[in-house]
T-cell receptor, first 114, second 112 residues
Framework: GDSVTQMEGPVTLSEEAFLTINCTYT??????LFWYVQYPGEGLQLLLK?????DKGSNKGFEATYRKETTSFHLEKGSVQVSDSAVYFC?????????????FGKGTHLIIQP | GAGVSQSPSNKVTEKGKDVELRCDPI?????LYWYRQSLGQGLEFLIY????????KSGLPSDRFSAERTGGSVSTLTIQRTQQEDSAVYLC??????????FGPGTRLLVL
C-alpha cells in the first residue's frame, strides 16, 4: 500500500537557518503530494502541493519539488523564523488530490529558537 | 468564508459509552473525510463521503465505528462502546470534488 516516510524530529534550528525536512513516498500510481502544517493549538493547514513530476510547490517561503526518480518531496526554506515552529506533515493522494483519503507521514516537529 | 467546523471541541467520556462527533463541511464541498490523529498511530484516514455515500468503509478501525452524512452536508461519526484506545483527536476535512482537502480544528476525545 501507499506510505510516506519523513524525519520525525524534533528538529531544532536557530532563526535564519536553512531548513530541509526530508520526505519520501511509496505509491502504486502517480500521486499528488502535499505538505500540511499544524501550528500550536491550531488545525491542519495546507502549506503547498504538487500534482505531477518536477512540479514545484511554494508558499510562505517554503518550497518542495516533486521528484519521481527519487520518490521524494523534501520541504525547504532558506531562512526560518520563530513563527515557523510547528509540526509539518508530508502526505500523498493517489486519486488526484482528494477523492480518497490522504496518506500522511508521522509528522516532523520543528522548533525555531531566536 | 466559514471553514470546516467540528463539535464538540473536546469530549470526555467513560469507557463503554457511545459518542457522536459532528462535522460541518465548507458550504458546497461535495467530499467529506474523517481522520484520526493519535500519538501512537499518527494521522489515519478513516472514511470519506462523496455526496451522501461512502464507497469504502474499510478504514474504520472496528465495527464500533460508523459514520453517516445526510443532505450532502453535515456528517456524524459515531463510536459505540468506547474503549480507552479510542482516545485521539478526530479530524474532519472537506473538498470540492478531488481538490485540496481543508481540515477542521478537530474533536479531542478522551475515554476514561
Amino acid at each position: 500500500g501507499d506510505s510516506v516516510t519523513q524525519m520525525e524530529g524534533p528538529v531544532t534550528l536557530s532563526e535564519e537557518a536553512f531548513l530541509t525536512i526530508n520526505c519520501t513516498y511509496t505509491a502504486t500510481g502517480y500521486p499528488s503530494l502535499f505538505w500540511y502544517v499544524q501550528y500550536p493549538g491550531e488545525g491542519l493547514q495546507l502549506l503547498l502541493k504538487a500534482t505531477k513530476a518536477d512540479d514545484k510547490g511554494s508558499n510562505k517561503g517554503f518550497e518542495a519539488t516533486y521528484r519521481k526518480e527519487t520518490t521524494s518531496f523534501h520541504l525547504e526554506k532558506g531562512s526560518v523564523q520563530v513563527s515557523d515552529s510547528a509540526v509539518y506533515f508530508c502526505a500523498l493522494s493517489d486519486s488526484g488530490g482528494g477523492a480518497d483519503g490522504l496518506t500522511f507521514g508521522k509528522g516532523t516537529h520543528l522548533i525555531i529558537q531566536p | 468564508g466559514a471553514g470546516v467546523s467540528q463539535s464538540p471541541s473536546n469530549k470526555v467520556t467513560e469507557k463503554g459509552k457511545d459518542v457522536e462527533l459532528r462535522c460541518d463541511p465548507i458550504s458546497g464541498h461535495t467530499a467529506l473525510y474523517w481522520y484520526r490523529q493519535s500519538l501512537g498511530q499518527g494521522l489515519e484516514f478513516l472514511i470519506y463521503f462523496q455526496g451522501n455515500s461512502a464507497p469504502d468503509k474499510s478504514g474504520l478501525p472496528s465495527d464500533r465505528f460508523s459514520a453517516e452524512r445526510t443532505g450532502g452536508s453535515v456528517s456524524t461519526l459515531t463510536i459505540q462502546r468506547t474503549q480507552q484506545e479510542d482516545s485521539a483527536v478526530y479530524l474532519c476535512a472537506s473538498s470540492l470534488g478531488i481538490q485540496t482537502q481543508y481540515f477542521g480544528p478537530g474533536t479531542r476525545l478522551l475515554v476514561l
